[in-house]
């Protein structure tokens, strides 16, 4: 992939975290508690971007991939937040809550021993992938088991669920070889390029989720 395209789908890509955050603030008032606990996920994802924005072309700090560091924990937190309620018929608060807690353990650790604040957590992305596409496919299965969704187009988590497994799976290539491509410029560019695209997606699939009416 050209580094030019490469990184104008990464601009767009960061523009396009704007997108679920206006339709948020449209929706607001009608949002069931999956559309709001995602809208705190949004506002970290613009909060991140600018902090990113900030520290590597106005205070011109070298390397702040610690954010994504950071990122990475809230993102979890949030989205796995957003699963507890809808499969506590398949497992009990306390897999929820545990899974935060290990998680943010195993990326404490991860930083102390493997992955520095200057290096991409790589690990730590993959383990946060496949336990959110375990929470997506939980869900789906849940939704095929009981069947007593009318609408489905109308449930913002089929949305989420939808988004998550589109991108988290894209993404495990990307997230598993980033500390070996990140020294290699055309390379890097090429893959995050691909990120890029996946992330657009990823932000228009949370817009539909924020904007459908969800079933009372």
Known sequence: MDPTLSQLLINCSIASVMVPLIVWGIRLKSANYAQKILGVLIWVSLIVEIAARLTSHVFYIGNNLWILHVFTVLEFAILTLIYKRQLSSLFSERVFYGAILAFLLMAILNTLYLEPLTAFNSNVRVVESLILICWALSYFYLILKELNIEHLESTPLFWISVSILIYFSGNLIVFVLSNY????????????????????????????????????
Do not use: K, R
């Not at 020294?183 to 539909?208: D, K, R």
């Open 181 to 216: 491509v990140l020294p290699h410029y055309e390379l890097s560019m090429a893959t995050w390029g691909m990120h890029a695209i996946l992330n657009i997606v990823h932000h228009i699939i949370f817009a539909i989720a924020l904007w459908v009416n969800p079933q009372q």
